[in-house]
């Protein structure tokens, strides 16, 4: 029962303080507008991304390199290895 002697009081503050926590958010507009982020996220306004072009792929299945993909350049390869 000596329990009872504290936990009131502290059930009393932290119900006040959630009282004075609320009114804050009221008087602040927090609750002003509550459907416009759902509108808001229904309704894409911005842009899309540019979609950039995939490099392009010698033989090999590598990203093509300067001169990699002509004939000489290959032949060349083959005879210095």
Known sequence: ???LLY???IAL???LLGLV???WALRSGQF?????AAHRILFDEDEPAPV???PARG???RAHEAGEGTWKARSARGRAT
């Open 59 to 61: 033989d090999n299945g």
């Open 7 to 9: 936990l009131i009081p």
């Open 52 to 54: 950039a072009p995939l």
């Open 13 to 15: 503050c932290l119900g």
């Open 1 to 3: 029962m000596d329990v």
């Open 21 to 23: 926590a609320f009114l």
């Open 32 to 36: 002003d507008d509550l459907d416009g």
